[in-house]
């Protein structure tokens, strides 16, 4: 596909390297390294919810990894083709994305959370060849799903299928990858600055896009923090699907430094909790509502988890009553990770004070240059004015690409690279940066009001458990969708707030209360759909 053959400019591939930003390999090599140096050493710990369990030695990926990439060349996928697979975070879908890497073909990957509609475009708009996914999972039928749809899509050739019902036209994962000797393809050298892998954005603000990532710019994403955090080894642990870019990135860590990944294919703190103890993990990547249930658990059940030693918190801000629990809880004051789909690695550094994580999204790292751009444009960044935080470098995606329309944004060929993230922002006083919210849920008139600050001081209202501000009255105002364990009104609410100090024009002018907010699989809070609830648009996601 025309939009996949998009490669860095020579000037880009120069710097960053020589900066070491970037490598002249990538992940695959990685784990060949490893498999020479520490043949013996664990590199994937696989748990199932069936309770089937799988430890891989580096030797011993490194042979899956050859041989799913036979298996591939058999079905005549080579450098360029494109490979999609949706799988739970099974070990066969770590080695099939390295296999499909090591064969030179770009990965479209997709999280079993999508359903037919959304799968059918994504799999039009990048053209796949191969599609691999499972019989049925959490009671929906993959499979089946794919099926109906595959004469809709002339490209697709091949269906694989992972699990226990296979039917006709499908192939047998089993079979096919793991149990058929294939012969061995020629070794293909990685290329790190072609594109690899093509990750969906969920389009909360627009059309669902696809980021076109390189395995450098993967690289580049967690090379910085690793090289402020000393890049020794990681046993690590990350809840998000391999067929997200938190998945990768975690699998990136583990692997850059030669440590273990711990993969488990369903969520449940108690059970995972446990499992870090059995598995020695010492570093865990959650984002906030996981880690929140995962010190729930570890404090009801009592359990002591001596070998963690670092905690990254992705994707959202924290409050400080959730940074206080987990210093309490487990002694550790968490790292903030701000990151995304696209690319850009900004991250605390455990040098700064316990509750940073909390106050900030840290300081950019070295593949990612940060700018500030006013939202009032007659007016320097502050408070009042925060800025639309732009990004651009060795971890940014090299274009995106629209799911429905096909409409390719090369970013070197934009605005110098720069390329929006929709937060806003502003500086944080020691080098770094404040989220103050999203560009599309900005509210206010002549002023802001400060989202994230409303809704973490709301977090600590004894009767709230859970908060999203979102804009009504053409969004100059804010209303509070509240989770509550008694009622609370809004003049309470706004009495609340004036105890705290508050400015009085960022109080919330309505309240409404649910049972739960709606989140997305990053546990982002789905303000889209609040709006249109709040405008009679939609039903109440979770009416109280």
């Not at 499992?275 to 009801?300: G, K």
């Not at 859970?466 to 008694?486: K, S």
């Amino acid at each position: 596909m025309k939009a996949f053959s998009v490669r860095p400019t020579p000037d880009a591939v120069q710097r960053h390297r020589a900066s070491g930003v970037w490598r002249a390999d990538g992940l695959v090599e990685d784990v060949f390294r490893w498999a020479e140096r520490t043949p013996d050493a664990e590199a994937v710990l696989a748990f199932r919810r069936d309770g089937g369990s799988v430890t891989l030695t580096y030797r011993e990926l490194a042979g899956w990894v050859e041989r799913f990439a036979a298996a591939l060349a058999e079905l005549g996928i080579s450098a360029g083709d494109v490979v999609s697979v949706q799988l739970p975070n099974w070990w066969q879908a770590l080695a099939l994305a390295l296999a499909c890497w090591r064969r030179g073909a770009v990965l479209a990957s997709v999280m079993t959370t999508i359903r037919g509609r959304e799968l059918e475009r994504m799999l039009a708009a990048v053209e796949a060849t191969v599609f691999v996914t499972t019989d049925r999972w959490d009671g929906y039928e993959h499979a089946a799903t794919v099926a109906e749809m595959a004469s809709r899509l002339p490209a697709l050739r091949h269906r694989v299928v992972l699990g226990d019902v296979v039917e006709d036209g499908e192939i047998d994962f089993v079979q096919f990858f793991q149990e058929q000797p294939h012969p061995s393809p020629a070794p293909h050298s990685t290329d790190p600055d072609a594109v690899a892998v093509v990750l969906f954005t969920s389009g909360t603000t627009g059309e669902p896009k696809a980021a076109l990532r390189t395995l450098n710019t993967l690289y580049a994403q967690v090379s910085a923090q690793q090289t402020s955090q000393g890049g020794t080894p990681s046993r690590l642990y990350t809840p998000q699907s391999l067929m997200h870019v938190v998945g990768l990135l975690g699998a990136s860590v583990s692997f850059v430094t030669g440590g273990a990944l711990l993969l488990v294919d369903r969520w449940q703190a108690r059970g995972v909790a446990q499992l870090l103890v059995e598995t020695a993990i010492e570093h865990v990547i959650l984002v906030p509502s996981f880690l929140s249930e995962l010190l729930a658990a570890v404090h009801q059940d009592g359990i002591r988890l001596p070998r963690l030693r670092e905690i990254t918190m992705a994707g959202t801000v924290a409050s400080l009553e959730l940074v206080a629990e987990t210093r309490e809880v487990l002694g550790l004051s968490p790292q903030a990770q701000w990151g995304m789909t696209e690319g850009g690695s900004i991250h605390t550094r455990p040098e700064d004070p316990p509750d940073w994580a909390a106050r900030s999204i840290g300081r950019a790292g070295a593949g990612t240059e940060v700018e500030l751009r006013a939202v009032v444009a007659d007016g320097p960044v502050s408070d009042e004015n925060p800025g639309r935080l732009m990004i651009r470098g060795g971890s940014v995606c090299l274009a995106t690409m629209g799911r429905d329309t096909g409409t390719l944004r090369v970013l070197a060929e934009q605005d110098e690279g720069w390329y929006d993230t929709g937060d806003l922002a502003v500086v944080d006083g020691r080098g770094g940066y404040r989220l103050v919210g999203r560009a599309s849920d900005r509210i206010g008139g002549a002023f802001m009001i400060p989202v994230a600050d409303v809704e973490n001081a709301l977090r600590a209202h004894p009767d709230i458990t859970d908060v999203a501000i979102v804009g009504h009255r053409a969004d100059t105002e804010g209303c509070a969708v509240i989770v509550t364990t008694a009622p609370v009104s809004l003049p309470g609410m706004r009495a609340y707030l004036s105890g705290l100090g508050m400015t009085e024009w960022y109080w919330p002018t309505r309240v409404e209360r649910v049972k739960a907010l709606p989140r997305n699989h990053m546990g982002k809070v789905e303000k889209a759909r609040l709006r249109a609830w709040l405008a009679g648009q939609a039903e109440s996601p979770a009416p109280a």
